[in-house]
């Protein structure tokens, strides 16, 4: 969508819009459409997540200046070899941190859905024993959530830098 003028003012505008829409009000919707089962939880996730990935993607690649695309061009490099050899190397590592820092709006998200239509998950569990006022036991998975959440960000930062070795020299 950043490289392509065609895609910008095709899918531009409907992004932005539907990034402004907040996606728990749209939750009964999702429900509605696609039942009470996982389908609607990940549509939540995906609806809540996706179009702020998608943004920052977008200005991510018009970041990139002018020239590098100036000299594929140069160099007979047709679109997709602009897209995959200059754009994809110098935008995919700053994509995966928007990533990985939206994680919690994804556990919020899952949160939230199973709340509302789960029987079981750390979520349900969690708004179960809220009912009662358990804090003995609503503590424990709150402090359970973090722990994965914290690992799977420890685990994908480690793998970024692994990957994108030469970013942090």
Do not use: C
Request: aromatic content about 14%.
């Amino acid at each position: 969508m950043g490289l392509f003028p065609v895609f910008d003012h095709l899918l531009y505008r409907f992004v932005l819009f539907f990034d402004k829409i907040p996606a728990l009000a749209l939750l009964p919707i999702l429900f509605i459409v696609f039942g009470l089962g996982e389908t609607a939880k990940i549509a939540l996730i995906v609806i809540g997540v996706a179009p702020t990935i998608i943004l920052d993607t977008y200005l991510r690649v018009k970041e990139i200046p002018n020239e590098h695309l100036t000299k594929g061009m140069t160099l007979r490099a047709n679109s997709q070899e602009i897209v995959y050899k200059i754009v994809l190397p110098q935008i995919m590592p700053k994509v995966l941190d928007t990533i990985r820092l939206n994680f919690k709006a994804v556990i919020l998200f899952l949160i939230a859905g199973e709340a509302l239509a789960a029987e079981a998950g750390l979520g349900y569990r969690i708004f179960v024993v809220r009912r009662y006022m358990d804090m003995a036991t609503i503590i424990p998975y709150v402090l359970w959530i973090s722990l994965l959440a914290f690992l799977i960000d420890y685990f994908l930062r480690k793998w970024i830098q692994k990957k994108y070795v030469w970013l942090h020299q």
